[in-house]
């Protein structure tokens, strides 16, 4: 198999790849309002084709098996452990309309022509190659089929980042130092996102700014155990050498308990919803 995103692969093979497996809840239903405006601007038949890139657990794999109950849908990533979470949920979910294949969509050999819709929810910031990774999933799709994902803006302006990661550093963490270099926020110039998708082959490229709650768990602890297993939460521990787990796991509690209601724990997110055609 080639992988070029080798240190997004072992990132995501890695401790974090099994947290996100292990610790979300990825078939609550947290992220219903994302998905509306994700599914929405994706506009799913009951006979399309999909491909969901970066497709993680499945969680939204799941939702576009349902939504193409007569076509079928294919989720695609690079982290075994997190596909295997999302094989087991697929077969809970009782669907027989999809499937999930391990690989880098950057350089994956899907078949030409074949999808009517690619979609992603968080999952097309981490290519090395940006443009040949859209390229790539771009003659995947057919003439006239359509790109839609959804991806943070800059990072000052999404809560779910800066909140818990401020109250572990003491001061608001600081953007990435190469904004260009894979990562949660290599999209958030949305100059960027129309040039690298012009350059890839798709047309009529729309970014929408869109300000969505994201779920992160059922209360504050749960939360709380979420963010310890990230990577920005790991990288911080990693530094801090007084800063012990379980400290930081009090602090990511009291700084959660304010954003825990009814449904759950939710932090704002800026973000760009994007639709292009190919
Ligand atoms: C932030 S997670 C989002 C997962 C899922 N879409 C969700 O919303 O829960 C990013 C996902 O992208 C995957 N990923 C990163 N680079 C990739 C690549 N080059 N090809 C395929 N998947 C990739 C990671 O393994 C991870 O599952």
Not at 32 to 42: D, E, I, Q, T, Y
Not at 107 to 113: A, C, I, K, N, Q
Not at 199 to 223: H, I, M, Q, S, W
Request: aromatic share 8%; charged share 20%.
């Amino acid at each position: 198999m080639d992988i070029p995103n080798t240190a997004q692969a072992t990132s995501w093979n890695g401790p974090e790849g099994v947290h996100w497996a292990d610790q979300k809840d990825h078939t609550a239903g947290g992220n219903a309002a994302l998905h509306r405006l994700l599914f929405g601007a994706a506009a799913i038949t009951e006979t399309d084709r999909v491909l969901d890139i970066g497709c993680g657990a499945g969680e939204t794999t799941i939702v576009a098996a349902r939504l193409a109950a007569r076509g079928h849908v294919v989720g695609v990533d690079l982290s075994r452990p997190m596909l295997e979470r999302a094989r087991a949920d697929g077969v809970r979910s009782g669907l027989v309309n999809l499937r999930f294949e391990e690989g880098d969509a950057q350089v994956h050999p899907f078949p030409d022509d074949h999808f009517d819709v690619a979609v992603s929810q968080f999952g097309i910031m981490f290519f090395a190659d940006p443009v040949a990774a859209f390229a790539n999933i771009g003659r995947a799709v057919r003439p006239g089929g359509r790109l839609v994902f959804v991806c943070p803006q800059d990072i000052a302006r999404c809560a779910w980042y800066t909140v818990p990661n401020a109250a572990l550093l003491g001061h608001p963490p600081e953007p990435p130092a190469d904004a260009l270099a894979p990562g949660m926020f290599s999209l958030a110039d949305r100059s960027r996102i129309e040039r690298v998708l012009g350059e890839a082959g798709f047309r009529t490229v729309t970014t929408t700014a869109v300000d969505v709650p994201l779920y992160f768990g059922r209360d504050a602890a749960n939360a709380a155990d979420f963010y310890l297993g990230t990577g920005p939460v790991r990288a911080i521990l990693e530094r801090d050498a007084t800063l012990t787990p379980a400290a930081a796991r009090a602090i990511l509690r009291a700084t959660l308990e304010p954003y825990a209601g009814p449904e759950g724990v939710y932090l704002g997110g800026a973000l760009w919803l994007v639709s292009a055609e190919r």
